[in-house]
């Protein structure tokens, strides 16, 4: 059986014209933030440094407001807020305060840049702590538009909607004392480029409520993210379709507690406690690399409940928790993890079908390259997996595709290729962490026929393979193969 997948991969985000085009003409009115006068149209009302718009329409603000902040308050109607150049520092609550409307779209146009500033402190609050971000809104939001837009956010978040989020063409670049962008209901962002410093976590959905809510979905754009918490979290789904991604996250890199897909883009995560965590992980494309001091894949279960810094242990799992649902599946892509724990983690079963993954674990003998509970189905692709012994598994013997392991100690920086007996090389790689074991599997294995290690050129050792999983000493699985087996016995080959 090659066909693993067992979810659905898509999710789609639907976007208006006028969103991807991201201009608007036709204002209501126009506001000269540099002495908060309307300078044309209604639908809007000026009292001291506090613009309140009261119904439907598009509105232009432009110039500098070194006390200003915006307030929407129009009874479930549509708004435009365009800012051209624009300036705008609130020192006692939100820049743009959007109280009722049924969708607001902040609009930043092509060439321009505008800048929002808040304060560390908030005095006007329209409801419990509300708002709590530089641009908040009970109601839809959407920020589009090719201009820039930079945001210091200094009480809470940068952005936050209570309903859905999205972002479509602009270029961000925050820096926030709590969250950087926060939708409940999802966010979608679609060709962005987005910067995030943040204390806490960089994008966020937050639904945990509706299971149909709550999700992320990022289609395109470059992320700059360097946050304290997760840099991606979702209480339900993160789909990414597209984008580059670099990543530096002092808890997880991107966090799910349902399910992550991966389906395109270029993902680096730098720094993480965890790469990638979720409940169901399913990658079906892209460029993905990991470094993390714990897990670099992780599978786990139950929900995120402590916060930050590795320290986001789900809820303990039951018996009737460990259901099949719980897996890791790998149909393509390229993956790289360097971990200091486990690289590939499942507390439940692992299935790839096509795809190219190294994954490198800590020397740490409690640790491993794969790690699974249930079993690792692999019938496509190619996978290299280095590590300690300690805690040592290979694929499962009911796989459809071969593998080989060879028992041997190595260093960083070692050149290791596998050969046939014609010289010809079915894998190479270079070792990024020292190891005592080295698996690997490619249809290019076939029963029957002779395979030998090379390290620097060197020739290590030579095994002919004779089942699905093959190892120079008398495991088929590993250590702990198909579960958590007997330990068995291996060859130790020193270099």
Not at 165 to 191: F, N, P, Q
Not at 396 to 420: C, H, M, R, V
């Amino acid at each position: 059986n090659t066909g693993y997948v067992t979810e659905s991969s898509a999710s789609q985000v639907e976007y208006t014209s006028n969103e991807l085009l991201g201009e608007y003409t036709n204002y209501s009115a126009k506001v000269n933030l540099d002495n908060m006068a309307i300078e044309e149209g209604t639908g809007l009302t000026i009292s001291g440094t506090t613009v309140t718009i009261s119904r439907a329409g598009t509105y232009y603000f432009t110039g500098t407001a070194e006390e200003g902040n915006i307030v929407v308050n129009a009874d479930n109607q549509e708004l435009v807020l365009v800012f051209e150049n624009a300036t705008i520092t609130c020192s006692n609550t939100a820049v743009i305060n959007v109280i009722d409307a049924k969708k607001v779209t902040v609009n930043i146009p092509e060439k321009t840049t505008s800048t929002f500033t808040d304060n560390s402190k908030y005095t006007v609050f329209t409801e419990d702590d509300e708002p709590n971000a530089a641009i908040f809104s009970k109601d839809d939001l959407s920020i589009d538009g090719k201009g820039t837009l930079i945001i210091h956010a200094n009480y809470q978040d940068a952005i936050a909607s209570k309903d859905g989020l999205k972002i479509i063409g602009t270029t961000l670049d925050i820096t926030s004392a709590d969250d950087g962008i926060r939708g409940k209901d999802y966010v979608a962002i679609k060709d962005a480029n987005i910067t995030v410093k943040s204390t806490g976590k960089a994008i966020k959905a937050t639904e945990d409520t509706d299971t149909s809510l709550g999700y992320i979905v990022i289609d395109g754009g470059t992320f700059i993210i360097e946050s304290e918490d997760d840099a991606i979290h979702s209480n339900n789904k993160v789909t990414i379709n597209d984008g580059d991604f670099t990543i530096t996250a002092g808890d997880d890199g991107i966090h799910a507690d349902s399910s992550i897909y991966i389906n395109g883009g270029t993902i680096n995560i730098t720094k993480s406690y965890e790469g990638i965590e979720a409940n169901y992980i399913e990658i079906n494309g892209g460029d993905v690399s990991v470094v993390a001091p714990d897990d670099g894949i992780n599978i786990n279960g139950g929900t995120d409940t402590m916060g930050m810094r590795g320290q986001d242990a789900f809820k303990a799992m039951t018996e009737e928790s460990s259901d099949d649902s719980r897996m890791l599946v790998i149909n393509g892509g390229n993956i790289t993890v360097e971990s200091n724990g486990d690289g590939l983690d499942s507390n439940g079963s692992i299935k790839m079908t096509g795809g190219t993954v190294i994954v490198g674990a800590s020397t740490n003998g409690g640790n491993a390259a794969l790690d699974y509970d249930k079993s690792f189905l692999i019938s496509g692709g190619t996978l290299i997996a280095y590590g300690p012994t300690g805690m040592w598994q290979n694929p499962s013997n009911t796989s459809t595709q071969y593998s080989i392991a060879f028992a041997t100690t190595g260093k960083t920086g070692d050149n290791i290729e596998l050969k046939d007996a014609n010289g010809t090389v079915i894998a190479s790689f270079t070792a990024k962490r020292s190891y005592g074991m080295i698996c690997i599997s490619t249809q290019d294995l076939k029963q029957g026929e002779s395979y030998t290690l090379f390290v620097n050129d060197s020739e290590i050792a030579t095994q002919e393979l004779t089942s699905i999983v093959t190892s120079n000493g008398n495991s088929q699985e590993g250590f702990m193969g198909g579960g958590r087996g007997q330990y068995k016995t291996f060859l130790r080959i020193s270099i």
